[in-house]
T-cell receptor, first 116, second 109 residues
Framework: KAGVTQTPRYLIKTRGQQVTLSCSPI?????VSWYQQTPGQGLQFLFE???????NKGNFPGRFSGRQFSNSRSEMNVSTLELGDSALYLC???????????????FGPGTRLTVT | DAKTTQPNSMESNEEEPVHLPCNHS???????IHWYRQLPSQGPEYVIH???SNVNNRMASLAIAEDRKSSTLILHRATLRDAAVYYC??????????FGQGTTLQVKP
C-alpha cells in the first residue's frame, strides 16, 4: 500500500505571496492532519480534517487554512507569507476519527517551504 | 493538553536494549500514551501506543506504570537505524498530536 504523499517536496516563495500544499493520504484513510516543523518551535499541530470537515485546529493565525476533498485528499493554504513561515510542513493520515484517540498517524515526507 | 517530560538525550550501544523514560504525572483516564520517532530528514514514524496495559509490537515494547504517571519505551536490541528523536505523547483527542522536545537517541557501534 502506498504511503502518504505530499507535493511539492520543495518550494521557494517570496514574502506576501500565497502557497498551496497538497497531501494524498494512505488509501482508505479518512483523517488528515497537518503539522509545521521549525528548528525553534519543533513540531506543531495545525489542523485536522475528517470527512471534509475541520475537526481540530491548532494555535495558528487565520492565514493558515485547509480543506479536504471527498476522496480524502487534503490541501493547506498559507496566504500573505511571512519569513517565519519557512518550515517543513508535514501531513499525516489515519484510519479514523471517532473515539479513535488510539488511531496511529502515518506521516508523509513533508514539503520544505522557504520564504525569502 | 497533558504534558510529558523526557530526557533531552540518551546514548546506547548497538545491539543492547534501550529504555526511554517518559513522565506524565498529569495524565487523565482517557489519555492514550503514544510514542513516535523521527529519523533524520524524515517525517515522524509511529512506534507504539497503549492505554493501561503493557504493549508489544515488532518495533518495541511499552511498559506503563500501574498509576500511569510514567511509561518506558523499550527497544530490545538497538541498531544504528534506531538513532532518532523519540517523542512520548499523551493523546485524548483524535487526529491531534502535541509533540514535545523528545529524546534524541544516539546509538554507538
Amino acid at each position: 500500500k502506498a504511503g502518504v504523499t505530499q507535493t511539492p517536496r520543495y518550494l521557494i516563495k517570496t514574502r506576501g505571496q500565497q502557497v498551496t500544499l497538497s497531501c494524498s493520504p494512505i488509501s482508505g484513510h479518512r483523517s488528515v492532519s497537518w503539522y509545521q516543523q521549525t528548528p525553534g518551535q519543533g513540531l506543531q499541530f495545525l489542523f485536522e480534517y475528517f470527512s471534509e470537515t475541520q475537526r481540530n485546529k491548532g494555535n495558528f493565525p487565520g492565514r493558515f487554512s485547509g480543506r479536504q476533498f471527498s476522496n480524502s485528499r487534503s490541501e493547506m493554504n498559507v496566504s500573505t507569507l511571512e519569513l517565519g513561515d519557512s518550515a517543513l510542513y508535514l501531513c499525516a493520515s489515519s484510519l479514523g476519527h471517532g473515539s479513535g484517540a488510539s488511531y496511529e498517524q502515518y506521516f508523509g515526507p513533508g514539503t520544505r517551504l522557504t520564504v525569502t | 493538553d497533558a504534558k510529558t517530560t523526557q530526557p533531552n538525550s540518551m546514548e546506547s550501544n548497538e545491539e543492547e536494549p534501550v529504555h526511554l523514560p517518559c513522565n506524565h504525572s498529569t495524565i487523565s483516564g482517557t489519555d492514550y500514551i503514544h510514542w513516535y520517532r523521527q529519523l533524520p530528514s524524515q517525517g515522524p514514524e509511529y512506534v507504539i501506543h497503549g492505554l493501561t496495559s503493557n504493549v508489544n509490537n515488532r518495533m518495541a515494547s511499552l511498559a506503563i506504570a500501574e498509576d500511569r504517571k510514567s511509561s518506558t519505551l523499550i527497544l530490545h536490541r538497538a541498531t544504528l537505524r534506531d538513532a532518532a528523536v523519540y517523542y512520548c505523547i499523551l493523546r485524548d483527542v483524535p487526529g491531534k498530536l502535541i509533540f514535545g522536545q523528545g529524546t534524541t537517541l544516539q546509538v554507538k557501534p
